[in-house]
T-cell receptor
Framework: AQTVTQSQPEMSVQEAETVTLSCTYD???????LFWYKQPPSRQMILVIR??????QNATENRFSVNFQKAAKSFSLKISDSQLGDAAMYFC???????????????FGTGTLLAVQP | NAGVTQTPKFRILKIGQSMTLQCTQD?????MYWYRQDPGMGLKLIYY???????DKGEVPNGYNVSRSTTEDFPLRLELAAPSQTSVYFC??????????????FGPGTRLTVL
């Protein structure tokens, strides 16, 4: 069974600085997807970024980028120029590929609570 | 587009009561899911559906039932509520159609307390 581990329960960053959130996962599959979701105090789950395992290039979305190390089974999220609105719980998630049934479910880590200091 | 909507936002139940959590999506997604999030934890899959009339169990289905009579709606039924079902419940949907990204879109959640 696949597992996702986030070893940093809490992180803090100064506004405008850069922070990296860690995520490791365990799987015997070769094809899968990885996601970072943001959960602000409103509890809404918001997709931040996704990475397909077959792609060597790291995904980027504006100030958010990932460092995907497939051999090491590591998937860290880098937030550049941190803003107060980035304060939230961040979840790393894994999804098997291909399509269909329970293989389409997301497996979540326990989350990292990010505080942004003004 | 409202996306995924859930009602109610909050609910307190007494042990043994029943209730239905409503979930509706207006994106014409074929896949829908119910997750629960316990304090300090990630989300765990309760049930999912690959289309109208088709549902299946996830990791933690005990104490719950679902139905999918339409593409848009995927209600979650709690029978005989227990304190262990105190949690935040999220509904999500995704599409497997060609050209989509299969990303799951989440509703705002329902906070349920069983006393």
């Amino acid at each position: 069974a696949q597992t996702v581990t986030q070893s940093q329960p809490e992180m803090s960053v100064q506004e405008a600085e850069t922070v990296t959130l860690s995520c490791t996962y365990d799987t015997s599959e070769s094809d899968y997807y990885l996601f970072w979701y943001k959960q602000p105090p409103s509890r809404q789950m918001i997709l931040v970024i996704r990475q397909e395992a077959y792609k060597q290039q790291n995904a980027t979305e504006n100030r958010f980028s990932v460092n995907f190390q497939k051999a090491a089974k590591s998937f860290s999220l880098k937030i550049s120029d941190s803003q107060l609105g980035d304060a939230a719980m961040y979840f790393c998630a894994y999804r098997s590929a291909p399509w269909g049934g329970a293989t389409n479910k997301l497996i979540f880590g326990t989350g990292t609570l990010l505080a942004v200091q003004p | 587009n409202a996306g995924v909507t859930q009602t109610p936002k909050f609910r307190i139940l007494k042990i043994g009561q029943s209730m239905t959590l409503q979930c509706t999506q207006d994106m014409n997604h074929n896949y829908m899911y119910w997750y629960r999030q316990d304090p300090g934890m990630g989300l765990k899959l309760i049930y999912y559906s690959v289309g109208a009339g088709i549902t299946d169990k996830g990791e933690v289905p005990n104490g719950y039932n679902v139905s999918r009579s339409t593409t848009e709606d995927f209600p979650l039924r709690l029978e005989l509520a227990a304190p262990s079902q105190t949690s935040v419940y999220f509904c999500a949907s995704s599409s497997t159609s060609t050209g989509t990204t299969d990303t799951q879109y989440f509703g705002p959640g329902t906070r349920l307390t069983v006393l």
